[in-house]
């Protein structure tokens, strides 16, 4: 009885430590995207909170890595262009986790002021 006990609690605090680290890299992630979103300059055209500017569209609708890196590496228009001399995909898969942490914008039907009469 005491020694599944004592298996149980060790197994416990194996699987919550396990779980701890993995949270703790993400977070990591997360804020090195968060530097280098600043540091590259996503920023001065997306936003701070990358909710758009005169620059660049809103990018509260993230929708995968994948798609990030395809636009970073071939910019669709006038985004200028990041090779792996600037970011490595792991880079842009830590800016794509902190900007999929990001709030979204609310809905525009659901803001009283922005109503017609
Ligand atoms: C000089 C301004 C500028 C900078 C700097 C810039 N972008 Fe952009 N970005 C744009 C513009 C303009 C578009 C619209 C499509 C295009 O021009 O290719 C865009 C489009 C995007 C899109 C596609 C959005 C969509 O809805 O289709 C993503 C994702 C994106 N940018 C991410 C980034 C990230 C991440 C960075 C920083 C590493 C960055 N951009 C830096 C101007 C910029």
């Not at 995207?33 to 990018?59: F, I, M």
């Not at 228009?77 to 914008?105: C, G």
Request: proline fraction near 6%; charged fraction near 20%; charge should be positive.
């Amino acid at each position: 009885m005491t020694r599944s006990i004592a298996l149980l609690s060790a197994t416990f605090l194996l699987v919550t430590s396990a779980a701890y680290a993995a949270d703790k890299a993400e977070r990591e992630a997360i804020k090195h995207g968060k530097d280098l979103y600043n540091s590259v300059g996503c920023s001065q055209c997306h936003g701070w909170a990358a909710q758009g500017g005169v620059a660049g569209p809103t990018l509260l609708n993230p929708s995968s890595t994948a798609n990030f890196i395809t636009q970073l590496r071939g910019p669709r228009a006038v985004m200028p262009p990041y090779t792996s001399k600037v970011l490595q995909d792991q880079d842009i898969a830590d800016i794509y986790a902190y900007v999929a942490t990001l709030p979204k914008a609310p809905d525009v039907k659901k803001i009283k002021l922005l109503q017609d009469d």
